[in-house]
């Protein structure tokens, strides 16, 4: 492992960007629908992010969490903070071919945005 001088480890750490995908648990989907679901939100919230931010995000390692909410309030609570801040957001809507009914909201997908920014709002989730 390489070690980095201080300064430019900070200049690192603020410039990493992530998109955070966060899956609704009270609905007990399989692995295989989370991961359908998480990939619509990834393309849902970058079709919708500003392009710097996009071409930052692609300069890196395109780096994704997927975080697990308790229920579809708390998507909802979590995607008016988004907007708040200014952060690209889309909720999966399903299309009830599968797992669920028809309509149902499965996952927020937010961002890319910074990290630092994206975890303001969803830092207190515990990972999937």
Known sequence: MV??????????RDEIMKQVMVVRT???????????QC?????????KCDKDKIRKW???AYAKVVVKAP????LFELK????????ANYLVTD??????????????????D???ILDKITGDLKLL
Do not use: F
């Open 71 to 74: 229920d579809l309030e708390t």
């Open 3 to 12: 070690s980095l001088p201080y300064s430019y480890s900070i200049k690192l």
């Open 26 to 36: 009270d609905l007990k989907m399989g692995k295989g629908k989370i991961a359908a």
């Open 58 to 60: 692609e300069s890196e």
């Open 95 to 112: 299309a009830g071919r599968t797992q669920v009914p028809e309509s149902t909201i499965t996952v927020l997908g937010l961002g890319p």
């Open 80 to 87: 008016e903070m988004a907007k708040k801040n200014d952060i």
């Open 39 to 47: 990939c619509h939100a990834c393309l849902g919230a970058y079709k």
């Open 114 to 116: 910074e990290d630092e």
